[in-house]
Protein backbone atom coordinates (compact mmCIF):
# COMPACT_ATOMS: atom_id res chain seq x y z
CA UNK A 1 0.00 0.00 0.00
CA UNK A 2 1.20 3.29 -0.89
CA UNK A 3 0.64 5.69 2.41
CA UNK A 4 1.74 8.84 0.39
CA UNK A 5 -0.89 8.39 -2.30
CA UNK A 6 -3.53 7.35 0.50
CA UNK A 7 -2.23 10.19 2.35
CA UNK A 8 -2.83 12.78 -0.75
CA UNK A 9 -6.43 10.84 -1.56
CA UNK A 10 -7.88 11.60 1.84
CA UNK A 11 -6.34 15.06 2.52
CA UNK A 12 -6.03 17.09 -0.70
CA UNK A 13 -7.39 20.84 -1.09
CA UNK A 14 -10.40 21.08 -3.44
CA UNK A 15 -9.47 20.38 -7.34
CA UNK A 16 -10.38 20.93 -10.72
CA UNK A 17 -10.37 18.49 -13.35
CA UNK A 18 -12.79 16.24 -15.69
CA UNK A 19 -15.01 13.17 -16.37
CA UNK A 20 -14.50 11.50 -19.41
CA UNK A 21 -18.47 9.74 -18.66
CA UNK A 22 -21.15 12.61 -17.60
CA UNK A 23 -24.32 11.50 -18.30
CA UNK A 24 -26.32 14.12 -16.03
CA UNK A 25 -25.31 17.28 -17.44
CA UNK A 26 -28.14 19.23 -17.99
CA UNK A 27 -27.87 19.27 -21.70
CA UNK A 28 -27.87 15.59 -21.96
CA UNK A 29 -31.26 15.67 -20.41
CA UNK A 30 -33.62 13.35 -21.17
CA UNK A 31 -37.19 14.52 -19.88
CA UNK A 32 -39.11 10.95 -19.44
CA UNK A 33 -38.56 9.75 -15.79
CA UNK A 34 -37.95 6.38 -17.70
CA UNK A 35 -35.18 5.58 -20.44
CA UNK A 36 -32.23 3.99 -21.54
CA UNK A 37 -29.04 5.68 -23.44
CA UNK A 38 -25.70 3.96 -24.96
CA UNK A 39 -23.06 5.94 -25.17
CA UNK A 40 -19.81 5.10 -26.93
CA UNK A 41 -16.43 6.98 -26.82
CA UNK A 42 -13.25 6.45 -29.13
CA UNK A 43 -10.50 8.95 -30.45
CA UNK A 44 -10.98 7.57 -33.86
CA UNK A 45 -13.38 10.48 -34.10
CA UNK A 46 -10.71 12.86 -33.86
CA UNK A 47 -8.24 10.38 -36.17
CA UNK A 48 -5.94 9.65 -32.89
CA UNK A 49 -5.04 6.34 -31.01
CA UNK A 50 -3.89 7.31 -27.89
CA UNK A 51 -4.55 8.51 -24.33
CA UNK A 52 -8.24 8.40 -23.92
CA UNK A 53 -8.87 5.88 -26.65
CA UNK A 54 -12.17 4.21 -25.81
CA UNK A 55 -14.52 4.71 -23.12
CA UNK A 56 -18.65 3.15 -23.05
CA UNK A 57 -21.97 2.91 -20.93
CA UNK A 58 -25.37 1.78 -20.62
CA UNK A 59 -27.13 4.40 -18.30
CA UNK A 60 -31.13 3.46 -17.79
CA UNK A 61 -33.79 5.40 -15.39
CA UNK A 62 -36.45 4.20 -13.90
CA UNK A 63 -38.42 5.30 -10.45
CA UNK A 64 -38.69 1.93 -9.20
CA UNK A 65 -34.76 2.18 -9.27
CA UNK A 66 -35.90 4.61 -5.80
CA UNK A 67 -35.89 1.78 -3.73
CA UNK A 68 -31.72 1.30 -4.35
CA UNK A 69 -30.64 1.19 -0.92
CA UNK A 70 -27.32 3.13 -2.42
CA UNK A 71 -29.54 6.19 -2.46
CA UNK A 72 -29.95 6.13 1.08
CA UNK A 73 -26.38 7.85 0.96
CA UNK A 74 -27.14 10.04 -0.93
CA UNK A 75 -28.65 14.00 0.43
CA UNK A 76 -32.02 15.05 -1.10
CA UNK A 77 -32.92 18.84 -1.54
CA UNK A 78 -36.02 20.14 -1.32
CA UNK A 79 -38.87 20.84 -3.75
CA UNK A 80 -36.89 18.84 -6.46
CA UNK A 81 -38.05 16.48 -8.98
CA UNK A 82 -35.85 13.23 -8.75
CA UNK A 83 -34.71 10.88 -11.17
CA UNK A 84 -32.76 7.88 -10.66
CA UNK A 85 -30.62 5.50 -12.15
CA UNK A 86 -27.95 2.65 -12.94
CA UNK A 87 -25.23 2.82 -15.61
CA UNK A 88 -22.20 0.63 -16.10
CA UNK A 89 -19.14 1.80 -17.62
CA UNK A 90 -15.84 1.06 -19.06
CA UNK A 91 -12.86 3.55 -20.05
CA UNK A 92 -9.61 2.59 -21.19
CA UNK A 93 -6.30 4.29 -21.98
CA UNK A 94 -3.28 3.48 -23.97
CA UNK A 95 0.27 5.51 -24.93
CA UNK A 96 0.87 6.83 -28.52
CA UNK A 97 3.02 3.70 -29.10
CA UNK A 98 0.64 0.65 -28.36
CA UNK A 99 1.92 -2.01 -30.71
CA UNK A 100 4.96 -2.46 -28.81
CA UNK A 101 5.01 -4.69 -26.41
CA UNK A 102 8.11 -2.51 -24.40
CA UNK A 103 6.76 -0.18 -21.55
CA UNK A 104 6.46 3.45 -23.58
CA UNK A 105 8.46 5.36 -20.46
CA UNK A 106 7.34 8.95 -20.34
CA UNK A 107 3.97 8.02 -22.03
CA UNK A 108 0.78 7.17 -20.45
CA UNK A 109 0.68 3.85 -18.99
CA UNK A 110 -2.02 1.39 -20.54
CA UNK A 111 -5.25 1.31 -17.84
CA UNK A 112 -8.53 -0.06 -18.10
CA UNK A 113 -11.63 0.53 -15.51
CA UNK A 114 -15.28 -0.70 -15.36
CA UNK A 115 -17.77 0.44 -12.94
CA UNK A 116 -21.28 0.34 -11.74
CA UNK A 117 -22.52 3.30 -11.26
CA UNK A 118 -25.75 4.49 -8.80
CA UNK A 119 -26.82 8.19 -9.65
CA UNK A 120 -29.41 10.29 -8.24
CA UNK A 121 -30.67 13.80 -10.48
CA UNK A 122 -32.36 16.40 -8.60
CA UNK A 123 -33.71 19.27 -10.56
CA UNK A 124 -35.47 22.40 -8.24
CA UNK A 125 -37.67 24.48 -11.36
CA UNK A 126 -38.13 27.20 -8.70
CA UNK A 127 -34.71 27.91 -7.44
CA UNK A 128 -33.00 27.21 -11.23
CA UNK A 129 -30.58 24.65 -10.60
CA UNK A 130 -29.53 20.84 -10.83
CA UNK A 131 -27.83 18.30 -8.40
CA UNK A 132 -26.82 14.96 -9.66
CA UNK A 133 -24.88 12.43 -7.15
CA UNK A 134 -23.53 9.45 -8.16
CA UNK A 135 -21.34 6.09 -6.22
CA UNK A 136 -19.27 3.83 -8.12
CA UNK A 137 -18.20 0.23 -7.30
CA UNK A 138 -16.02 -1.27 -10.13
CA UNK A 139 -12.27 -2.75 -10.71
CA UNK A 140 -9.34 -1.03 -12.50
CA UNK A 141 -6.77 -3.39 -13.74
CA UNK A 142 -6.65 -6.33 -16.11
CA UNK A 143 -10.06 -7.63 -14.36
CA UNK A 144 -11.72 -4.80 -16.41
CA UNK A 145 -10.93 -6.40 -19.58
CA UNK A 146 -9.35 -3.83 -21.69
CA UNK A 147 -6.66 -5.65 -23.47
CA UNK A 148 -9.30 -8.06 -24.71
CA UNK A 149 -11.39 -5.52 -26.22
CA UNK A 150 -8.93 -3.32 -27.76
CA UNK A 151 -6.90 -6.66 -29.43
CA UNK A 152 -10.74 -7.54 -30.29
CA UNK A 153 -11.56 -4.47 -32.33
CA UNK A 154 -8.26 -3.97 -34.03
CA UNK A 155 -8.49 -7.56 -35.28
CA UNK A 156 -12.14 -6.99 -36.60
CA UNK A 157 -11.26 -3.80 -37.85
CA UNK A 158 -7.45 -4.90 -39.81
CA UNK A 159 -5.86 -2.28 -37.95
CA UNK A 160 -2.15 -2.83 -36.06
CA UNK A 161 -2.73 -5.18 -32.72
CA UNK A 162 -1.64 -3.49 -29.46
CA UNK A 163 1.11 -5.13 -27.84
CA UNK A 164 1.52 -3.58 -24.62
CA UNK A 165 -1.14 -4.45 -22.36
CA UNK A 166 0.90 -6.56 -20.45
CA UNK A 167 2.56 -3.80 -18.84
CA UNK A 168 -0.80 -2.24 -17.50
CA UNK A 169 -1.79 -0.91 -14.70
CA UNK A 170 -2.90 -3.90 -11.73
CA UNK A 171 -6.06 -4.61 -10.58
CA UNK A 172 -7.06 -2.70 -7.52
CA UNK A 173 -10.40 -1.14 -6.42
CA UNK A 174 -12.36 1.13 -7.71
CA UNK A 175 -15.03 3.10 -4.76
CA UNK A 176 -16.12 6.89 -6.10
CA UNK A 177 -18.46 9.45 -4.78
CA UNK A 178 -19.23 12.03 -7.65
CA UNK A 179 -21.71 15.43 -7.00
CA UNK A 180 -22.27 17.52 -9.44
CA UNK A 181 -23.86 20.86 -9.05
CA UNK A 182 -25.68 23.29 -12.63
CA UNK A 183 -27.65 26.54 -11.40
CA UNK A 184 -28.77 28.69 -14.55
CA UNK A 185 -27.14 32.05 -15.15
CA UNK A 186 -29.76 33.65 -18.73
CA UNK A 187 -32.07 31.59 -20.56
CA UNK A 188 -34.08 33.09 -23.63
CA UNK A 189 -37.29 31.54 -24.62
CA UNK A 190 -36.07 27.66 -24.88
CA UNK A 191 -34.14 28.99 -27.78
CA UNK A 192 -30.63 29.95 -25.88
CA UNK A 193 -29.68 28.62 -21.97
CA UNK A 194 -26.64 29.19 -20.35
CA UNK A 195 -25.45 27.17 -16.72
CA UNK A 196 -22.65 27.36 -14.71
CA UNK A 197 -21.66 24.23 -13.39
CA UNK A 198 -19.04 22.50 -10.87
CA UNK A 199 -18.18 19.00 -9.81
CA UNK A 200 -16.67 17.17 -7.21
CA UNK A 201 -15.17 13.48 -6.82
CA UNK A 202 -13.49 11.52 -4.25
CA UNK A 203 -12.79 7.86 -4.53
CA UNK A 204 -9.98 5.85 -5.13
CA UNK A 205 -10.11 5.73 -9.01
CA UNK A 206 -10.61 9.85 -9.31
CA UNK A 207 -10.26 12.59 -6.63
CA UNK A 208 -10.67 16.15 -8.32
CA UNK A 209 -13.55 18.69 -9.30
CA UNK A 210 -14.35 20.49 -12.31
CA UNK A 211 -15.69 24.40 -12.65
CA UNK A 212 -17.32 25.65 -15.73
CA UNK A 213 -20.07 26.57 -17.63
CA UNK A 214 -22.76 25.31 -20.64
CA UNK A 215 -24.21 26.32 -23.43
CA UNK A 216 -26.97 25.66 -25.27
CA UNK A 217 -28.74 27.02 -28.37
CA UNK A 218 -31.28 25.85 -30.93
CA UNK A 219 -34.69 24.15 -30.75
CA UNK A 220 -34.42 22.96 -26.92
CA UNK A 221 -36.63 22.52 -23.61
CA UNK A 222 -34.34 24.25 -21.55
CA UNK A 223 -34.43 22.17 -18.37
CA UNK A 224 -35.19 24.84 -15.81
CA UNK A 225 -37.72 26.65 -17.42
CA UNK A 226 -41.30 25.65 -16.94
CA UNK A 227 -43.39 25.72 -20.38
CA UNK A 228 -47.20 24.73 -20.92
CA UNK A 229 -46.30 21.94 -23.77
CA UNK A 230 -42.75 21.26 -24.60
CA UNK A 231 -41.88 20.19 -27.77
CA UNK A 232 -41.80 16.97 -29.47
CA UNK A 233 -38.87 17.88 -31.20
CA UNK A 234 -35.55 19.36 -30.40
CA UNK A 235 -31.96 20.20 -32.13
CA UNK A 236 -29.59 21.87 -30.70
CA UNK A 237 -25.67 22.47 -30.00
CA UNK A 238 -24.11 22.91 -27.46
CA UNK A 239 -20.42 23.76 -25.63
CA UNK A 240 -18.99 23.34 -22.27
CA UNK A 241 -15.38 24.82 -21.38
CA UNK A 242 -13.69 23.70 -18.06
CA UNK A 243 -10.72 23.91 -16.35
CA UNK A 244 -8.96 21.90 -13.86
CA UNK A 245 -6.39 20.53 -11.40
CA UNK A 246 -5.79 16.61 -11.04
CA UNK A 247 -5.78 15.31 -7.91
CA UNK A 248 -5.41 11.73 -8.20
CA UNK A 249 -5.94 9.74 -11.28
CA UNK A 250 -5.39 6.00 -10.75
CA UNK A 251 -5.53 5.38 -14.92
CA UNK A 252 -2.01 7.03 -14.66
CA UNK A 253 -0.89 6.39 -10.85
CA UNK A 254 -1.85 3.48 -10.55
CA UNK A 255 -4.13 1.98 -7.65
CA UNK A 256 -4.10 3.15 -4.43
CA UNK A 257 -4.59 -0.18 -2.78
CA UNK A 258 -2.19 -1.89 -4.80
CA UNK A 259 1.70 -0.60 -5.87
CA UNK A 260 2.63 -3.66 -8.01
CA UNK A 261 1.94 -2.03 -10.97
CA UNK A 262 5.08 -2.12 -13.59
CA UNK A 263 4.43 1.69 -14.64
CA UNK A 264 2.78 4.79 -13.62
CA UNK A 265 2.73 8.12 -14.19
CA UNK A 266 4.92 9.77 -10.91
CA UNK A 267 3.34 12.62 -8.97
CA UNK A 268 5.86 14.97 -9.65
CA UNK A 269 5.29 14.30 -13.36
CA UNK A 270 1.83 14.95 -12.81
CA UNK A 271 0.44 18.35 -14.76
CA UNK A 272 -1.84 19.43 -11.93
CA UNK A 273 -4.04 22.18 -14.10
CA UNK A 274 -5.76 21.13 -17.50
CA UNK A 275 -8.08 22.58 -19.56
CA UNK A 276 -11.28 21.07 -21.29
CA UNK A 277 -13.88 21.61 -23.82
CA UNK A 278 -16.46 19.61 -24.62
CA UNK A 279 -18.96 20.74 -27.50
CA UNK A 280 -21.61 18.71 -30.10
CA UNK A 281 -25.15 18.42 -31.46
CA UNK A 282 -28.31 16.94 -29.64
CA UNK A 283 -31.13 15.51 -31.68
CA UNK A 284 -34.12 14.43 -29.87
CA UNK A 285 -38.14 13.56 -30.44
CA UNK A 286 -40.75 12.29 -27.81
CA UNK A 287 -39.36 9.20 -27.25
CA UNK A 288 -35.79 8.94 -29.49
CA UNK A 289 -32.26 10.81 -28.29
CA UNK A 290 -28.95 10.92 -30.22
CA UNK A 291 -26.14 13.08 -29.91
CA UNK A 292 -22.79 13.38 -31.52
CA UNK A 293 -20.03 14.49 -28.77
CA UNK A 294 -16.37 15.91 -29.31
CA UNK A 295 -13.99 16.88 -26.56
CA UNK A 296 -10.35 18.06 -26.81
CA UNK A 297 -8.55 18.31 -23.48
CA UNK A 298 -4.74 19.29 -22.37
CA UNK A 299 -1.83 17.13 -21.42
CA UNK A 300 -2.53 15.32 -18.04
CA UNK A 301 1.17 14.99 -17.31
CA UNK A 302 4.16 16.79 -18.04
CA UNK A 303 5.50 14.37 -20.81
CA UNK A 304 2.72 13.52 -22.27
CA UNK A 305 0.19 15.25 -25.12
CA UNK A 306 -2.98 17.18 -25.32
CA UNK A 307 -5.90 14.35 -26.53
CA UNK A 308 -8.86 14.49 -28.30
CA UNK A 309 -11.80 12.01 -28.93
CA UNK A 310 -15.73 11.82 -29.91
CA UNK A 311 -18.32 9.75 -29.54
CA UNK A 312 -22.34 9.05 -30.05
CA UNK A 313 -25.30 8.68 -27.52
CA UNK A 314 -28.64 6.58 -28.72
CA UNK A 315 -31.39 6.39 -26.78
CA UNK A 316 -35.14 5.81 -26.13
CA UNK A 317 -38.19 6.51 -23.45
CA UNK A 318 -40.37 3.81 -22.40
Known amino acids: MRITSIFFFFLCPIIICAQKIDNTISYRAIESESYFRFHYDNDYFAATD ?10 VVLQSLEKNPVNKLFFKPSSANTKF ?3 LEHIGFTPNDYVSKDIQFGDRPFASAIMLKSFKIDTNIEKKFRLSQSLSLGLIGPG ?32 NYRI ?3 KELYSYKNLFGLNANG ?8 TNASVGFNTTIGIVNLPFETVEEN ?46 YNYGLVIKTRTLYF ?17 KWGG ?3 GFTF
Do not use: C
Open 180 to 182: DFE
Open 50 to 59: ENYTQGYSFE
Open 291 to 307: EYTRSAITREFKSGSSA
Open 85 to 87: GLA
Open 231 to 276: RNFQVYLYAQPMVGIIGYDATLQGGVLNDKSPYTISTDNLERFTAQ
Open 312 to 314: IRI
Open 199 to 206: TLQLGTLF
Open 144 to 175: AFGKEMQVGIHKATGNKIPGGWDNQIKNDLIL
